[in-house]
Nanobody, 118 residues
Framework: QVQLVQSGGGLVQAGGSLRLSCAAS??????MAWFRQAPGKEREFLAR??????MQDTADSVKGRFTISSDVSNVYLQMNSLKPEDTAVYYC???????????????WGQGTQVTVSS
């Protein structure tokens, strides 16, 4: 049974930091990624990392503030200098393709709300 269990998130003031975690089990995968979806908007790619950790990249929209990391079957998203526009539901995902497209990911976490107050 495939499970992606997310933790972290919550309410933070602008300028603050949060760390999201995602534990994956029950499947083999090559790539782990983070996406987010704000109300009324499409799901947005944030960052991806290969299972080995040797490849990673971050979307320009959050580069310099968000950092993806991984160990074994866990993936993390460190978010610094948070802004109100970062408010969204954040999702982790795993799959076999090195892609930024959500259709390329096979399994998704349950989502976690991040709210940044001004």
């Amino acid at each position: 049974q495939v499970q992606l269990v997310q933790s972290g998130g919550g309410l933070v003031q602008a300028g603050g930091s949060l760390r999201l975690s995602c534990a994956a089990s029950g499947t083999a995968f090559s790539v782990m990624a983070w996406f987010r979806q704000a109300p009324g908007k499409e799901r947005e790619f944030l960052a991806r990392v290969s299972w080995s950790g040797t490849m990673q990249d971050t979307a320009d929209s959050v580069k310099g503030r968000f950092t993806i990391s991984s160990d074994v079957s866990n993936v993390y998203l460190q978010m610094n200098s948070l802004k109100p526009e970062d408010t969204a539901v954040y999702y982790c995902a795993v799959g076999g393709k090195w892609t930024i497209r959500e259709s390329g990911y096979d399994y998704w976490g349950q989502g976690t709300q991040v709210t940044v107050s001004s």
